[in-house]
Nanobody, 125 residues
Framework: VQLQASGGGLVQAGGSLRLSCAAS????????MGWFRQAPGKEREFVAA????????YIADSVKGRFTASRDNAKNTASLQMNSLKPEDTAVYYCAARGPSFAVNYWTPSAYGSWGQGTQVTVSS
C-alpha cells in the first residue's frame, strides 16, 4: 500500500490541525496503522497507532488527551486530529502501515513497512 500524508501547516500554540493519510494500492482498513513524528536532530517518535481488526487505538503519553487517531474506511483514509498544539509538537509527521498482522512493538518505526512522505507541522509560540 502506498501512503500520502497531508494537512500539515503553520499554527499558533493552542490551535488545531487535522492530518490525513490517503492510501492507494491497498485497503487501509485492513492495515495496522501508525503515526510518527520527527523533529530536527531527533529520532522518529511514536504518536499513535490504530489496530486492525477492531477500533483499538494507542496514543503516546506526550499527546494523550490532545491527539486522536481514527480511520474512515469508506474513504480509505486515516486521520490524526491534533488539538491544543504546543511548540514542542513541531515536527514532520508520518503515517505508516504494516498490514493485517498486529505488532506488539507497534510504537517502533521498524514495525511498519509502508510509509508516507511526511507532512510538516509547525507550532508557533
Amino acid at each position: 500500500v502506498q501512503l500520502q500524508a497531508s494537512g500539515g501547516g503553520l499554527v499558533q500554540a493552542g490551535g488545531s490541525l487535522r492530518l490525513s493519510c490517503a492510501a492507494s494500492g491497498g485497503i487501509l482498513s485492513r492495515n495496522n496503522m501508525g503515526w510518527f513524528r520527527q523533529a530536527p536532530g531527533k529520532e522518529r517518535e511514536f504518536v499513535a497507532a490504530l489496530r486492525w481488526p477492531g477500533s483499538t487505538t494507542y496514543i503516546a503519553d506526550s499527546v494523550k488527551g490532545r491527539f486522536t487517531a481514527s480511520r474512515d474506511n469508506a474513504k480509505n483514509t486515516a486521520s490524526l486530529q491534533m488539538n491544543s498544539l504546543k511548540p514542542e509538537d513541531t515536527a514532520v509527521y508520518y503515517c505508516a502501515a504494516r498490514g493485517p498482522s498486529f505488532a506488539v512493538n507497534y510504537w517502533t518505526p521498524s514495525a511498519y513497512g509502508s510509509w508516507g512522505q511526511g507532512t510538516q507541522v509547525t507550532v508557533s509560540s
